[in-house]
């Protein structure tokens, strides 16, 4: 990026960049091939009978309360977004921090360090040794919508995942899939849903599926800050 | 009875009065009562100032209300931010619902989707967007990064119809950079206690009772809201701001006033007569002129202006205690036998005289409103006066009951004391000169906002609505004036680069001008002569696209936007129906008899002063033509000090007026120079009382001094003519006292009053009732009658 900075647009336009992919060099293995069929027919499929809506409530209440307890607080993440607009899916390596109550973090080491830091209200951002670039998370409703249910999950909320979506919860605890419909009408006119997907107390990886029709898969590996 | 008519006469007389109390009373059940607080404002002086009027008082400006919903104090935590961003949502689709409105937003995404829309629609005529293959390649290589990135899902939804993201530098160049920060999906204040609304009504700002009914909606939607959310959340207190809300309550607030003070007026007044006249059937009597003269004053306001101000109503109580002065007069110096003690008549007549020569000192001010003051007053007066003279007599008790002797002395004892007072207050008349020409300049206070009536706590919160909205200070507009609407954009276009160089140098925090979001014809013209067409855009994305991560067919909406925008219609301000834009552009736009103008609005300006300086010297052959400045506070400032010099001279007009007929009255030298005194130092002491009071002197003040020269005159003529017999004396002097305290009573209450120019004259007249009473027992007492 050559951009000279000009005004405010480049701020915005430096934020929303700022998030951006890295490819670290000690990159993890993704724990499986990559397919080429759409991202979320990847997720689990349910194993037993599509639970009552009070079963599923509570299965949803103890998934997200051993997620807490879990307290994954720091993975790594390996990422691959599929676009109509992309020649080529593109991917990209991190570590994703989360730091109770609320903040998460997603650090990128290459080809430019990046640091994504998303709070309660907004998202920091800051791309090599820049200064870093705030945003409001009420501007961008989609970004909201994925900081919503990364946060909810990390941070074990269920209430908070069902403020901001509508959740419908399948499998067991062994192996269980969320997907996450963002009730916020700015939110849904980019974001689809959101499907979380996991086992063993564990989150294992996050799709997000686009308006557009654009997919994102994240892939959390490797062992948490408690080593 | 020295009634030279007889019973046939007296019918006559009451049935004039009747006819003209009936033809006064239909007069008044037709007036409007209004309280726009401009009519006391100098009128606009040339066509820049009508246009500033017309925006403030017709503008979309004036039709806005900001509205704040307040938690109680006790709520310290943002526990209940989000619940009050719901109540807000409701609220909005209430309002929305309703027809009394035009248009509200919470500050919601969904509010300002229409906004956003048409921005999109129309960024090919706002932008000079180059499309050439370098401008592209970069465009398309940021636009490859973000999308790459965690934030992608915010631009993907517009990155395949406008994949330079023009779209969102032009939402960053209209300010979304300083929209106020939303909280919970509204505009919820950081400590999550006030929620903010903003909207438009359909009525007129200055159509008050429209106005009030809309204030009143807004609480009833308010409470439909709150039925529908949680039973435990506090409940909010909604404020509402703006040129129609200040109106209102200023309205309420003077009609509240109004009500109050008549009636504690008349209590009080008729207190004090029944204390020293003991006649009941007096104090009726003495209700006829007043009430007469009120009446008929206010009739005669209505046939000249075709609507009363409220001011003008609260004034009216002071007529009360004027008016009942000259009944006062007819009956405490009338003699045992039922006659009028010597010249009482003419002393009436002349009284009547002096009081209007400085009334007529408020219809010459210029100031519309002080005007309706004085011609109110006079009517009333000469009305009163009448009636007092050709009315009451007959119906005055055959013998009058003598006033208490413990009152009588009392006040023979004061006007004795009063004499041994001279050297004491001519020093101290001295000393108040002293004080006065001190002062220099800083003596006068001409900002207007002495005469806002909105208690500092209202404005302070207006200025807080309108900070955390980011709406631009009114005070300072920028006038660009053309033939033609068009003709005017392409000037504001112009003068855009002047603008933008004082906002680099940090001189101003922003500006807005019209031609941002309507360009002119000509600069619309050629942005779409820039596009390039369909098949040459799609070999300039191939070329850019070269090498990239990016497929060329997936822009191809971007090839139509830009092919649709070439071919398409210019735009216009139909565009922006029914966004806030569309408002925005409303109220920057302006075509009047002059000619067509448009108003830039600036933000955040350093040195108002020197800004305004620095754009009127902008030389006549500027491209921009030659820009008005509006500086709201300082150019009032200004007339108002340029009113209150011509006030200044016919106040001395007024006073030489009121001399010449005092002078004409008691005649000799010496009589003159004791009236003359009295007068100057009861003025001067009630000037330098104000001044210590009050710290400055406002033109109000000034002509209030005068009033006070005109009702002081009374007390000094009727002072210097006492009749020789003592008993007459005597009860002269108790008459002057009667009628100084009624006076002093009605001008003290209107000093109570929530309406500033009410509390300025009313304190002013009721200190200079005091000084001018104690002055002319001091220096106008005769001690033998001077005159026949």
């Not at chain 1, 480049?10 to 000690?26: H, M």
């Not at chain 1, 995942?161 to 899939?177: E, I, K, Q």
């Not at chain 2, 909005?92 to 409105?101: K, L, N, S, T, V």
Request: charged share 20%; net charge positive.
């Amino acid at each position: 990026m050559t951009a000279r900075p000009r005004r405010a647009a480049c701020a915005l336009a430096a934020a929303l960049l700022a998030a951006g992919v890295a490819r670290a060099a000690d990159t993890p293995t993704p724990p499986q091939a990559w397919t080429p069929v759409p991202a979320l027919a990847q997720a689990p499929a349910p194993t037993g009978p599509v639970p009552a809506r009070a079963g599923a409530d509570v299965l949803l209440d103890r998934i997200v309360d051993g997620l807490a307890r879990d307290a994954a607080r720091e993975r790594r993440f390996v990422e691959r977004r599929r676009s109509a607009l992309f020649v080529e899916p593109v991917e990209s390596r991190g570590t994703l921090r989360f730091v109770a109550p609320a903040t998460f973090e997603k650090l990128t080491d290459a080809p430019t360090r990046e640091r994504l830091r998303i709070d309660a209200e907004r998202a920091t951002v800051q791309r090599g040794e820049g200064a870093p670039v705030v945003v409001a998370l009420d501007a961008h409703p989609a970004l909201r919508a994925i900081a919503d249910a990364l946060r909810g999950a990390l941070a074990g909320d269920a209430r908070a995942l069902r403020t901001a979506f509508t959740p419908a919860v399948s499998g067991d605890d062994a192996r269980w899939r969320i997907e996450l419909v963002p009730r916020d009408a700015g939110a849904a006119r980019a974001i689809e849903r959101v499907v979380l997907a996991g086992g063993g107390g564990r989150l294992e990886r996050i799709d997000v599926l686009e308006r557009s029709g654009d997919a994102t898969e994240l892939w959390l590996v490797g062992r948490d800050g408690r080593g | 009875m020295n009634q030279p008519r007889g019973a046939a006469g007296r019918r006559v007389a009451w049935l004039a009065w009747l006819l003209l109390v009936a033809l006064a009373l239909a007069q008044v059940v037709r007036t409007p009562v209004l309280t726009d607080i401009t009519a006391f404002l100098p009128g606009p002086a040339d066509a820049d100032q009508r246009l500033l009027a017309a925006q403030l008082r017709d503008g979309v400006a004036a039709r806005l209300l900001l509205v704040e919903l307040e938690l109680p104090p006790a709520v310290v935590d943002d526990r209940w931010g989000p619940e009050l961003a719901r109540l807000a949502g409701r609220l909005r689709e209430r309002i929305a619902d309703d027809p009394a409105f035009r248009w509200v937003a919470d500050g919601s995404a969904g509010a300002f989707e229409r906004d956003r829309q048409a921005l999109f629609d129309a960024r090919w005529h706002l932008l000079d967007e180059p499309l050439d293959v370098a401008a592209l390649r970069l465009a398309f290589a940021r636009l490859e990064d973000t999308l790459r990135s965690a934030a992608a899902p915010a631009v993907r939804p517009i990155a395949a119809e406008d994949p330079t993201l023009a779209s969102l530098r032009l939402l960053e160049r209209l300010g979304a950079g300083d929209a106020p920060r939303t909280r919970h999906g509204a505009w919820v204040a950081a400590d999550g206690r006030r929620a903010m609304l903003i909207a438009e009504t359909r009525a007129p700002g200055f159509d008050l009772d429209a106005q009030q009914q809309a204030l009143a909606r807004l609480q009833l939607h308010l409470r439909t809201a709150l039925a529908d959310g949680p039973a435990d959340l506090p409940k909010p207190t909604l404020n509402a701001a703006g040129p129609g809300p200040f109106s209102v309550a200023s309205r309420t607030a003077i009609e509240g006033d109004v009500t109050r003070l008549s009636i504690a007026a008349t209590a009080l007044i008729a207190l004090l007569l029944w204390a020293v006249l003991r006649s009941v059937r007096v104090i009726g009597l003495a209700a006829i002129p007043v009430a007469t003269g009120v009446v008929v004053a206010l009739a005669a306001v209505g046939l000249g202006w075709g609507s009363i101000h409220g001011v003008t109503l609260g004034f009216g109580i002071t007529l009360i205690g004027e008016a009942v002065d000259y009944a006062i007069y007819a009956w405490v110096q009338r003699r045992p036998d039922g006659g009028a003690a010597p010249q009482l008549w003419s002393g009436i007549a002349l009284a009547v005289a002096t009081s209007a020569a400085g009334f007529a000192a408020m219809f010459f001010s210029g100031f519309a409103g002080l005007a309706q003051l004085g011609a109110f007053s006079i009517v009333g007066i000469v009305a009163a006066g009448a009636c007092a003279r050709w009315l009451l007599p007959p119906l005055l008790p055959a013998t009058p009951r003598p006033a208490p002797p413990r009152i009588v002395a009392a006040v023979d004892a004061a006007a004795q004391a009063a004499a041994r007072l001279r050297v004491p207050l001519a020093v101290a008349a001295l000393a108040a000169v002293l004080l006065l020409v001190s002062r220099g300049e800083r003596l006068w206070n001409d900002d207007p906002a002495v005469l806002s009536s909105l208690p500092a706590a209202t404005t302070e919160r207006d200025g807080r609505v309108r900070d955390a909205l980011g709406l631009p200070d009114l005070r300072l507009l920028v006038a660009v004036r053309g033939a033609t609407a068009d003709e005017a954009l392409a000037r504001a276009e112009r003068l855009a680069p002047t603008l933008e160089a004082a906002r680099a140098a940090g001189r101003l925090a922003g500006w807005d001008s019209p031609a941002t979001l309507l360009p002119s014809a000509a600069t619309q013209q050629a942005r779409r002569d820039a596009l390039p067409d369909a098949d040459t855009l799609r070999a300039r994305i191939a070329q850019a696209l070269a090498g990239t991560n990016l497929r060329a067919e997936a822009f191809e909406p971007f090839v139509r936007s830009v092919a649709a925008a070439r071919a398409g219609p210019p735009l216009t301000a139909a565009h922006y129906e029914g966004t806030g834009l569309g408002r925005r552009l409303a109220a920057q736009r302006v075509e009047d008899r002059d000619g067509a103008a448009v108003l830039v609005t600036v933000r955040g300006v350093a040195d108002p002063a020197a800004f305004a300086a620095a754009l009127r010297a902008l030389p006549a052959d500027h491209p921009a033509g030659r820009p008005v400045v509006l500086d709201l506070k300082d150019d009032v400032r200004h007339l108002i000090a340029d009113y209150r010099q011509r006030a200044l001279q016919v106040a001395l007009g007024g006073v030489a007026v009121i001399v010449l007929l005092l002078a004409w009255r008691v005649r000799t030298p010496r009589a003159i120079a004791g009236v003359v005194a009295a007068l100057g130092c009861g003025c001067l002491l009630a000037g330098a009382g104000l001044v210590l009071l009050y710290n400055s002197l406002t033109l109000f003040h000034l002509v209030a001094l005068l009033l006070v020269a005109g009702v002081g005159s009374n007390y000094t003529m009727f002072c210097s003519t006492l009749p020789a017999n003592p008993a007459d004396r005597a009860a002269a002097r108790l008459s002057v006292v009667l009628c100084a305290a009624s006076t002093f009573i009605a001008f003290a209450l209107l000093a109570t009053s929530s309406a500033p120019v009410l509390r300025m004259i009313g304190s002013t007249v009721a200190l200079g009732v005091i000084a001018t009473l104690l002055c002319s027992f001091a220096f106008a007492s005769s001690s033998t009658a001077t005159a026949r």
